[in-house]
Each structure stands twice: as C-alpha cells, then as structure tokens.
C-alpha cells in the first residue's frame, strides 16, 4: 500500500483517507456486541472494570447482545443508510473484551460478521491480557478472508496510573500483545487516553512516543470523559481533578500527532462519551465543533511553522 506523502487538509493519515485507498470508498464501523464480559467486571482480576470505563463497557453505542450478530448488523446497516448511501462497512466489536469467551463462540460471532460482501474488514477491542494461543490462531485464520485489526486499550504506559485506573493491565503486557500479533500479520490499533488523572503532558507525550516505537497500525486518541456511575466519577466528585479546556485539548492532540509517524493511520482525535452520563468535560460533547477546532489549529501550527498547502496538495 502506498502511503500518501500528504494528508490535505487533514494534515494526518486519517481512518476515512486509508479505506478510501484500502476499499476504494468511504467506509462506516457497525458497533457489535459479542456477548462476551470482561476479567475485569467478573471477578476473574476484579469487579468494576477499569475506574473510567462506562456500565456498557465503553461500547454504548453497541447493540444490545439480544440477537444474533447477523441481525445486529442489519440493523445497524439500515440506521446507517438513513444518513448515507454507503455500502461498505467494517464489523467492530466494541464492547468490553471480545476475545475473552469460549473459543468456539468467538469463531462462531467473529466468522458471521465477516460473512457479508459489503463487510470489508473485522475490528475487535479487547485487552492484551486475554490473546491466549487459541485465540491468535483464530484471528490468524480470519485474517486470511479478511483484514482483522485488534484494537488494544493501552491508555498509558505509566502503570502506575493504570494501578490507579483499576485496569489490571500493565505496559509490559501491551507490548508482548502487539508483538504477537504484529508476528502474525494482524494489525494493531492502540487506544490512548489522554488527561487520565496525575498525569503531566510530558508523561502523556512519552505514551505516544512509546506507541510510535512499536509495529502498530493505527492509533485513537480519547479524550478522558468522567461519566457517570464509573469509579472514576467518584474520585473527581470527592475531589475534583483537572480536566482539559477544548482549547488544551486541541493543541495537545497535534502535539502528540506530531509525535507519530507518517504511516500511523489515526482512527480518532477525540471521542464523544453519551451525553446522559458525561459529567466532564461537558465541552466535548459538540464532537464537531471538537474537530473543526483541531483542525484550525493545525492550520494555525502550519503558518506559524512556515508550512504552506499549493492548491494541488488540497
């Protein structure tokens, strides 16, 4: 695949500009749910999960695990296609640890999303704890039909702040994770939040540098959101901690780009957390406004730095 030697006006790889090269057209995820928990909520490690991960396990725009994968995806579809005439998609399965269950049932969800023409590529979010031998092989197989991409929950590779976080992971895990998959020619895509509580922009700069060392694919990059009924929201209601400005958070999301490279695709700048559980920062749930803003700012960066865009290059 070649990589572009520019991104536009998006200054960035972006996840729309790969697919439009990889699939030859614009692409949308159709959130899934597998039915799967997490060692985290179930006792297997902890009760909880993570102290900012949401009730519905950061996949509260999945569909509910009522009816089968198949259905699911048509439905998604037809909410989709109410906006849109698209026609490609990718299967992404959001909700808490998608490759922690029975191996037979993970065959069973993973192979029926994968079934339909228009489903270009798999995108699984899970821990890199739970890619047991059983579990690489089958992605390993799947990802002979199609693309797989796994997508790991690093947040931070400061463990103390994962300690903090509840997370029961460490980096040391991360890194073994991607190694195994990057081996097996399965693509890796890193989830950083950026304003977990006690941490310096230096320390969340050296999180991106960190990703950028590793053979990973692709990178999102959250906004922390305190929502309700989570651990965290009790830390910041007993002593409120400092969350990021829009303004902040602008500029720092192109500090860390910057810090990635070139061929990294970037699957999110922010996030947009449900609205009747964000507590804060009640800013990003404008998510448009959040990235025309991004976007100016990298404008602003590139006058200022000396950079200027011929008509061609946009």
Known sequence: MQI?????????????????????????????NAGCTCPN????????????????????????YNVSVTTQIEEAKKRIQQKTDCNKFIAYFQAYTNTYGPIEHLRQVFTDAISADEIVALSIGTRSD???EDVLNLLE???????????????????????????????????????????????????????????TRDMMLETIQHVA??????IKLQLLHVLKNTALAKMYEAEPFDVFSLEEYCDFVIDCVEQLPPNMVIHRLTGDGPRALLIAPLWSTDKKRVLNTIQKRFVERDAWQGKYYTEKTL
């Open 141 to 199: 197989e799947l990802s002979q039909k199609k693309p797989v991409w796994v997508e790991l929950g690093l947040q931070t590779i400061h463990n103390g702040t994962l300690e903090a976080m509840n997370t029961h992971t460490t980096v040391e895990q991360f890194d073994a994770a991607v190694m195994k998959l990057h081996r097996r020619g399965i693509s890796v895509i890193t989830h950083v939040i950026l304003g977990l509580p006690g941490e």
């Open 41 to 64: 909520r179930d006792g297997s490690l902890s009760y909880g999960g993570c102290a900012f991960c949401s009730e519905g396990g950061s996949g509260d725009f999945a569909t509910s």
């Open 213 to 218: 060392s590793l053979p990973v694919d692709g």
């Open 4 to 32: 572009p030697t520019h991104y536009g006006e998006k200054r960035y790889y972006s996840l729309n500009e790969y697919c439009k090269q990889e699939f030859g057209d614009k692409v949308y995820r159709l959130s899934l």
């Open 130 to 132: 739970c890619l047991p």
